[in-house]
């Protein structure tokens, strides 16, 4: 008992971090998009690695384990490339303990569905890293059965750096470890008439 009681203290520990760290990224990312997506439930979010938004894929299965994905079906750029992805997360803390920094491993995977190129880049918001995680203690059974779980709502050309500033196809997964998300399938196109420029420097 007093084991399972340090572990959720932990937990409520990481989710106050969370929250705080989530409250600093949004105030330095909120801005307004100037893109129109399909749906448009993505349009006017905040892209702040852990911002609420309503684009994020509720988990509310406590034995759930794994990342969930959600993406427009297609983006219509205007004044700057962008490509808004919305995640969620939840594993258990012996899965977890595996890792110095759990965004730091995992990988959004980003393919050009007719090139078949691939572009990869982490969670770990450029410029800004975190402490490494206290491991949480207990028993295995202890450890398996009780879960964290994090949110994550970006674009994805400010993590892939390597994604080039193009129209195209583009399938997308996260994956950490032997766990692979959902796939998303993304369009990015013009607006008639449009202009797009070079992405302006983000605030790190």
Same mark, same amino acid.
């Not at 572009?119 to 295995?140: F, I």
């Not at 050309?157 to 399938?171: A, H, M």
């Given at each position: 008992?007093?084991?399972l ?11 106050a ?9 949004t ?13 448009p ?15 994020i ?8 384990? =794994?990342? &969930?994905?959600?993406?427009?079906? @297609?983006?219509?750029?205007? %004044? $700057?490339f962008a ?5 969620a997360w939840q ?8 890792f110095?920094?759990?965004?730091n ?13 691939s ?7 450029p =410029?800004? &890293?975190?402490?490494?995680?206290? @491991?949480?203690?207990?028993t %295995? $059974? ?6 964290a ?9 400010d ?13 997308i997964?996260?994956?950490i470890?032997d ?9 990015l ?16």
């Amino acid at each position: 008992m007093k084991l399972l009681l340090i572990i959720i203290s932990l937990h409520l520990l990481t989710q106050a971090c969370s929250a705080k760290e989530a409250g600093r990224i949004t105030q330095l990312d909120l801005t307004k998009n100037t893109m129109k997506t399909i749906p448009p439930l993505f349009e006017n979010i905040p892209m702040g690695q852990m911002s609420e938004s309503p684009c994020i894929p509720e988990i509310n299965d406590w034995d759930y384990r =794994g990342i &969930e994905l959600n993406a427009p079906s @297609k983006v219509i750029i205007s %004044d $700057e490339f962008a490509l808004p992805l919305c995640g969620a997360w939840q594993f258990s803390y012996k899965f977890i303990n595996k890792f110095r920094r759990i965004h730091n491993e995992i990988v959004i995977v980003v393919t050009d569905t007719v090139t078949y190129k691939s572009y990869s880049g982490n969670l770990e918001k450029p =410029g800004y &890293e975190r402490q490494d995680y206290k @491991k949480a203690v207990g028993t %295995d $059974e202890e450890l398996e059965m009780n879960t964290a779980s994090s949110r994550f709502n970006i674009d994805v050309f400010d993590y892939v750096r390597s994604l080039p500033e193009k129209t195209g196809k583009y399938s997308i997964y996260a994956i950490i470890g032997d766990v692979k998300s959902n796939v998303v399938e993304v369009e990015l196109e013009i607006e008639k008439g449009a202009a797009p420029g070079p992405r302006k420097p983000r605030p790190q």
